[in-house]
């Protein structure tokens, strides 16, 4: 079993930056993928990004493009979100997610791993 914990959620202006963190622990190892979904509220849950073990390719939403950057530190299990030029239309719960796979998905249901998620709120 993997667990993932997240971190560093909060309320934040627009235009504003706000960097995640998602703790990993328990079985991961290489090959696992690390990632990031959002849900807003009355929407489905969605891929924002996700970056491989040793952190050479990572795949973005096309919405957070130029203003989001995913990475990881595998000596701390650790895989970030940089938010920069944050919009109200970024406000979501974000998900970490994590599996044992060689290349990021966008795909919810190909994720057997999943934190429990962190508010993240952008004001006008």
């Known amino acids: 079993q993997v667990q993932l914990v997240e971190s560093g959620g909060g309320l934040v202006q627009a235009g504003g930056s706000l960097r995640l963190s998602c703790a990993a622990s328990?079985?991961?190892?290489?090959?696992?993928?690390l990632g990031w979904f959002r849900q807003a509220p009355g929407l489905e849950r969605d891929f924002v990004a996700g970056?491989?073990?040793?952190?050479?390719?990572?795949l973005y939403a096309d919405s957070v493009k130029g203003r989001f950057t995913i990475s990881r530190d595998n000596a701390k299990n650790t895989v970030y979100l940089q938010m920069n030029s944050l919009k109200p239309e970024d406000t979501a719960v974000y998900y970490c997610?994590?599996?044992?796979?060689?290349?990021?998905?966008?795909?919810?249901?190909?994720?057997?791993?999943w934190g429990r998620g962190t508010q993240v709120t952008v004001s006008s």
């Open positions: 997610v994590a599996d044992q796979r060689m290349v990021p998905t966008t795909a919810r249901h190909e994720y057997d791993y």
């Open positions: 328990g079985r991961i190892f290489s090959g696992y993928v």
């Open positions: 970056i491989t073990w040793s952190g050479g390719r990572t």
